[in-house]
């Protein structure tokens, strides 16, 4: 059976616990060849409910969560159903975020990148709408996120030419270059390939990590280039 035929079956008790405290005692696990089960239904629930978030979820959002997860084909009508089941509300989403907060609280690169796989099926119907802005936001608070990377991931898909490069860093305007390049080196090593494998992260993150490479890749350079400006 599937991990996702896995989930289903317990669909009930996953999207709606009952008063039961549930038990801690099992670590997530996600270097292994399927996601843990915990972890892959918390995704899948916040997926849901942020397609749910402007009152609509179109094919196109349950399309792109799919693009962010291949799919075995005959899984495809299973991950359908848990998408509506879980999206059938937004409420409760909190509870999945922190949930992945408590179990992973120094794994800041992978809640980054699930805050990703999230903006990714937002701008899956051409336009991400202010409401679900605000929705990711307070997902990413959930998660433990910083503003700072709140808007390093959110610039992968809503372009602001504008945007502070030492934003997408994490840094201040007044450190000084050494600093500023160490922060960018940790972006750059985190989501190196070798790196990122070894984390054991799910392989189909491996694309926003690269894009996240990319963004800090670019920011770096700006910032480099408006110094060497001020200093000659």
Do not use: C
Not at 57 to 65: H, L, R, V
Not at 71 to 89: H, Q, Y
Request: glycine share 4%; aromatic share 10%.
């Amino acid at each position: 059976m599937s991990i996702w035929r896995d989930i289903f079956a317990k669909a009930v008790t996953l999207f709606w616990p009952t008063n039961k405290k549930p038990s801690d005692s099992r670590a997530l696990i996600i270097n292994s060849e399927q996601m843990d089960i915990d972890f892959a239904s918390s995704i899948v629930a916040l997926a849901a409910k942020m397609a749910k978030a402007d009152g609509i979820t179109t094919i196109e959002e349950a399309q792109a969560f799919r693009a962010a997860f291949p799919i075995n084909p005959k899984d495809e009508i299973i991950i359908d159903k848990l998408f509506s089941l879980a999206g059938s509300s937004v409420l409760g989403y909190e509870s999945y975020a922190k949930k992945i907060a408590r179990k992973y609280p120094q794994n800041r690169v992978l809640k980054m990148d699930i805050l990703a796989i999230l903006f990714l099926v937002a701008a899956a119907d051409g336009q991400i709408k202010a409401v679900e802005k605000d929705f990711l936001f307070s997902v990413s608070q959930n998660l433990g996120l910083t503003e700072s990377d709140y808007s390093r991931v959110s610039q992968l898909f809503i372009k602001e030419e504008n945007l502070n490069p030492y934003v997408v860093l994490g840094v201040h305007e007044e450190d000084d270059d050494a600093k500023i390049k160490s922060a960018w080196l940790k972006i750059v090593t985190q989501n190196h390939p070798d790196n990122f494998i070894a984390r054991g992260e799910p392989k189909e993150f491996l694309r926003i990590a690269n894009e996240q490479t990319a963004l800090a890749n670019a920011a770096y350079a700006k910032i480099r280039s408006q110094r060497n400006n001020l200093s000659t």
